[in-house]
């Protein structure tokens, strides 16, 4: 134990010495280690927030009331289309692989990610690609305009902007697929030893089968695009109905794409909440076994179910059938890893600092989306609500309360690790509270809207809707407001906070990571944990042998 | 020691992109393959390859409906047809102005299913034309549907629907 923490101290303290020599440029733009590479991925994914945070203000601005006040029809188009591609590739996810990068060497007791020099690769391709996103609103006809599904014949008939979109893509998919191979070689191939697959953190299991999501469906989405580009440019006719293509194969191709997309950004979700429940519950996660095997399920399932997002293309009833129950099948896993948080916390000694907050927050709210899920896979339903607001409150519900929420949870939880301070924790409630409140504000009467009628991507509606959009109006701004917040929150934290922070701030935090000192050192874990300390840990999260409870 | 492991991340890389380059490969195969899978499986039934040539009759049924507020009136007078395969239909409908100033109209037709449309022509119609009725005028009119030599065997019956409306000024 002595000897682990000797081996630890030391390289670490070398290298403040080297960090004297080391430019800012050489720091930050060739950076290849986990910890510099996860900031950058954080700091990335942030801004890209903040971003498209801003274009879901100019929506809702717009449909604060009927009639055109501020854009017109097609830019409104263009903003709906880049608030959701922006959110999706350069927020979320982005997001995740920071934390992926920045936490998981430290958890499963890895010096680096396998391959650091791509890793540095993977970041660098992402600015390049949010560049050409924004440029495009400035090249003639303006940004793509088709929606994030970018569905022919719109997005063939589309201008340049388009293109700059699709070549984005391009680059995001070969950064999620570089990003992804070093996740999965890292996790399989340099846990600490007596790290047993089944020993090692959840927060390891979602990432792993996530990236493996990935590597599967960012080709897919990749070919789909490129078919588009050759539609457009090259005189292929795959999806152009006047040479004989067929613009229901591309929603075919998409949404097998698409639909793992939502639980790649749902799954590191339910990573970190498995973490961040049982330290401040100070219990073992509940049924540790099934949270793994419920991940593999819905990422298997998740494969079999895109269909439901294409009930009104004219399917026969029998398929319509098929993707109906295959899709209600996946509530089951996905209702084991609820009963599980909920049963970590059932008669844990809980405390409710920020963290927990957020993530308990997180499984009020993404069950609430889950279940207007579960009322979307019924086929009949869905022809009535197909394009309504009904689905964006659903996965604003998933999306926002489900990825987001516990984004904020994470970096409340790991500030401490990362920073070395400690955060206020009256602020960080104080965010929690503001965010809970005003997201249902804002996401709530959208289900009413949507059951009555008002179809989404509309810049005007009928009179009818005019109240609950005023309503969702106000509460996004304000939402948007507490975002400011954080981010006060964080440099305040970097800058000091309201003090420095234990190698181990979480009374009831067991996992790996806390054995480091906080800030945690440049280098960590570069002689691997002794076998001591990780069975240590093992033990208290209950995973091995003789603990009781 | 510290080799092996650098062995084993490359192994287990190459492997992954291999299968990233399959998958974007599957992408593509996706194309031919989804039309195998529906055909193999009878999904998509308004493919030509379903038409039958020994299909039986098919029963074509019209319906009319005048928009609000117009003071006119659109009966068809054969409401049931039954037509063979590459067979003509004729069918009358008669219009009545009941209002004592001439009208000016037009039908718009509609067909359910829709692919009926490329299955029963219309060769004549008194809906390719606005009309102008007298004052409590009745005309007799009529339309003339030429049935395709192959009818898919499920398309058992069709709709052809038309809708009277005020006709817009030009
Ligand atoms: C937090 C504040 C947010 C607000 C106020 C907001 C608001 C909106 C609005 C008003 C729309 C347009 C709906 C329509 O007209 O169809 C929209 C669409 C969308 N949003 Fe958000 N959003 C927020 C966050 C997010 C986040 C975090 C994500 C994460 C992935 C996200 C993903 C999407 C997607 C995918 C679409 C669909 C775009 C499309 O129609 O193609 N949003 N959002
Ligand atoms: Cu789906």
Redesign the pocket.
Known sequence: MTTAHDALHAPAHDHAHEEHHVSFVQRWFYATNHKDIGTLYLWFAFSM?IT??IM??C??AE?FQPGLQFWQPDFFNQL??L???I??FG??MPAFTGLANWMLPLMIGAPDMAFARMNNWSFWLLPPAAALLLISFFVPGGAAAG???LYPPLSIQAGMGMDLAIFAIHLLGLSSIMGSINIVTTVLNMRAPGMTMLKMPLFGWTMLITAYLLIAVAPVLAGAVTMLLTDRHFDTHFFKAIGGGDPVLFQHIFWFFGHPEVYI?ALPAFGIVSQIIPTFARKPLFGYVSMVYATCSIAILSFMVWGHHMFAVGMPASTQLFFMFLTMLIAVPTGVKVFNWIATMWQGSMTFETPMLFSIGFVCLFTIGGFSGLILAIAPVDTQMQDT?YV?AH??YV??AG??FTLFAATYYWLPKWTGNMYHEGRGQFHFWWSMVW?NV?FFPMHFLGLAGMP???PDYALQFTDFNAI?SI??FC??LGQIFFLFNVIHTIRGGVGKAPAKPWEGANTLEWEVPSPAPHHTWETPPSLEMVEKGLKAQGLLGDHHE | MQSTLQQANRKLAIRMMVIACLMFGFGYAMVPFYGALCKAMGIDRANSDFANTSAAVIRVEFDTNVDTGLAASLIALDPVLAAKPGGLLKARFRLINKSDQPLKVRAIPSYAPARAAGLLQKLECFCFDGLTLAANEQRDVMVVLLVANELPEELGAATLSYTLHPELKS
Do not use: E, K
Request: glycine fraction near 16%; hydrophobic fraction near 60%.
């Open positions: 927030f498209g945070g879901a203000l929506i809702r449909l709906t289309t608030h959701g591609v959110m999706v927020a979320i929606g994030w599904t950004m607001y964006v996965f604003h999306l926002v990825a987001l997201f804002t989404r991507r509309i969702a509460g996004a939402f948007g």
